[in-house]
């Protein structure tokens, strides 16, 4: 749904209206677009003309389409599966795959955030952190081996929530 604050409505998108199938789990909102993570892959609209482009595993380069988090970075949109981490470059159109392999703490990816220097991604198994500047990956040791449930960041702030409590950057 899409609230407009002149007529305090609400316009719902469904699957009629061109919204990718399944359960939607997750969105960012940058601009004219909304990107939409569901477990069928990733729905991206259009405001500015109501278009619709879809992004499947089989077809686009993810890692897999059960997407857990979304996250507009600039050019880079970033998507966390269950299988690992995506990052779509806007400008190119191409996709590139990360996984424990490259550096991330486990492949089942929980939460984004991102600031000027850094992707930070919750994971099942602990906090990593991707240098933009480096393009290289560090796992937050000072959290430990935990399931991080969710992750933000606000003016130079980063929160991250567990079973345990919250953590907050300082």
């Known amino acids: 749904s899409r609230f407009t604050p002149d007529t305090e409505r609400w316009k719902t998108y469904t699957n009629e209206d061109g919204l990718g199938g399944g359960t939607m ?10 990107w939409i993570g569901s477990d069928q892959g990733i729905s991206r609209l ?14 686009s380069g993810l890692v897999a389409d059960e997407i857990t988090a979304i996250r507009v970075d600039g050019k880079h949109i970033w998507a966390g599966t269950k299988r690992g981490l995506n990052r779509y470059d806007n400008t190119t159109g191409e996709w590139t795959a990360f996984s424990t ?14 600031d000027p220097r850094y992707v930070w ?13 480096k393009e290289s990956w560090e796992t937050i ?6 399931a991080i449930l969710s992750v933000t960041e ?8 567990t079973e345990r409590g919250i953590y907050l950057s300082s």
């Open 46 to 59: 259009d405001k500015s003309n109501a278009t619709w482009e879809h992004f499947r595993a089989a077809k």
């Open 154 to 161: 606000a003016d130079g702030t980063v929160g991250v929530s």
């Open 101 to 114: 392999r490259l550096g991330l703490s486990n492949d089942r990816i929980t939460g984004l955030a991102a």
């Open 121 to 133: 991604v919750g994971t099942e198994n602990g906090l990593s952190r991707y240098d933009k500047s």
């Open 141 to 146: 040791s000072e959290l430990g081996e935990i």
């Open 25 to 34: 789990t997750c969105l960012d909102v940058v601009g004219n677009y909304v």
